[in-house]
């Protein structure tokens, strides 16, 4: 007799959740997928050789090259980093190459890798040498402020100094804005159409990004300096910042939170664009499209964010309408070309079982759910060409794979050349509902 094997199991995932729980959530996910669909499931493989073989199997383009951009500037900025010690920096590296390489975090981590790069861009701005950098403007942006607005508008607002406003300058400049964009990323991934967090997290990261190159090649001084040295004083690198206004908060709640990071801040004379104006716009800008019923509640935290940067003497008004530009660009850019558009009817992002990427003018559906011919064509983007021929309805590799049809699509063997025919009949006679969208998508 020969001897008994061990098996060993796969491991698996802490459960964190309770198994009574685990599987009524996972039952009413089910309920709301189309039979047919696999559009919005994610990756729960821990297996690296999966990824590997979509990356031998990936047709690169030149929008790949974004990933070179990326690598270049976090490869950089690591290197000039003096803080971080050489086996920290192998750490991060070696630490970020296994969460892209497995799939089940790659699906979150490659997104991310935008913010990644930022921050790691940020953070290595107090090693660039003295002597690379440009001098600093302390007289630029008063002077514009003056001639804009007629006067300091931040010096204006935190002449009026109390304790309940330092602490509702507080809540959006110290907590929200740290906090927000996992909060906006969370509710777009579970109620947006899929893809929506990718999109809006490379658009924050490119938008950050650019935001500090813009810092580097034009430092200027924020209000606080002012306060603290009179208007066209002399600055250089060497001077440490302030958390001005922030101050009051550490006081009022005993801790040293602010005055110590501002203090060792790594830029200190970035003062244009303000970027806690750029991130609360685009912020404001990703959750409108997703929830446009909120959107006054979006703008309003807008304008509470500039209200207190200006308060706690961080940022003068052009400050915040040069960040809340650069968040309308990347915004804009994103929109027309990547983000995946709404779809009425869907709450979640397992409704949804194909999308279209970019907004370019195109005719929308009916008021009452219905489709007509003039906004939908068979041929047009809204479905693929080889469907609207019935004589060929098996689609070829190059039409699946291809990055420029916009679509995501979940294809299924099972469906037969008859179902497909019917599906193209109701719609040439215009009484495909939107119900039934998703049906000729994934149906082919």
Request: proline share 8%; hydrophobic share 45%; glycine share 6%.
């Amino acid at each position: 007799m020969s001897p008994i094997k061990p098996s060993f199991s796969r491991p698996t995932l802490p459960r964190l959740i309770p198994h009574r729980l685990r599987r009524k959530l996972a039952s009413r996910i089910r309920s709301r997928q189309s039979p047919a669909s696999s559009f919005a499931s994610l990756q729960t493989s821990v297996d690296p050789t999966k990824t590997i073989i979509k990356l031998l199997a990936h047709r690169w383009t030149l929008y790949d090259l974004q990933h070179l951009f990326w690598f270049t500037i976090a490869a950089g900025s690591l290197y000039l980093n003096h803080n971080f010690p050489p086996l920290v920096k192998t750490l991060i590296v070696a630490g970020m190459t296994t969460l892209l390489m497995i799939p089940i975090t790659s699906q979150f981590f490659l997104p991310f890798m935008p913010i990644f790069t930022y921050l790691i861009f940020f953070f290595s701005c107090g090693s660039i040498p003295y002597e690379w950098r440009p001098d600093i403007w302390t007289r630029l942006l008063p002077a514009v402020e003056k001639l804009f607005y007629g006067a300091n508008l931040s010096g204006v607002l935190s002449s009026h100094q109390a304790v309940i406003f330092d602490l509702l300058a507080w809540v959006p400049y110290g907590l929200l804005h740290f906090a927000l964009p996992f909060i906006c990323s969370a509710a777009m991934f579970i109620f947006g159409p899929p893809g929506s967090v990718p999109v809006f997290a490379r658009a924050f990261g490119y938008m950050n990004v650019c935001g500090i190159l813009i810092q580097l090649f034009i430092p200027t001084a924020p209000p606080w300096f002012e306060n603290m040295y009179g208007l066209g004083a002399p600055a250089d690198y060497s001077m440490h910042g302030s958390a001005a206004g922030l101050a009051r908060v550490d006081a009022i709640t005993g801790l040293n939170m602010y005055t110590d990071s501002f203090n060792n801040s790594p830029m200190v004379f970035g003062a244009f664009p303000s970027m806690h104006a750029g991130d609360a716009t685009i912020q404001a800008l990703f959750m409108s499209e997703v929830f446009p019923q909120y959107s006054p509640f979006f703008g309003l935290y807008v304008l509470w964010l500039w209200w207190s940067t200006m308060y706690l003497s961080h940022h003068y008004m052009v400050d915040l309408i040069g960040g809340s530009i650069l968040a309308a660009i990347f915004f804009h850019v994103a929109r027309a070309k990547f983000f995946p558009r709404r779809q009425p009817g869907k709450r979640f992002r397992w409704d949804y079982d194909w999308v279209k990427y970019g907004y370019t003018g195109e005719p929308e559906q009916e008021a009452d759910g219905k489709l007509s011919l003039s906004a939908w064509q068979p041929g047009d983007m809204d479905i693929p060409s080889w469907l609207a021929s019935t004589d060929d309805l098996s689609p070829s590799s190059e039409d699946l794979l291809s990055p420029s049809s916009g679509y995501e699509r979940d294809f299924t063997p099972s469906t037969t050349r008859s179902a497909s025919r019917s599906t193209l009949s109701d719609l040439e006679s215009g009484n495909l509902t939107r119900t039934a969208a998703p049906v000729v998508v994934a149906a082919a």
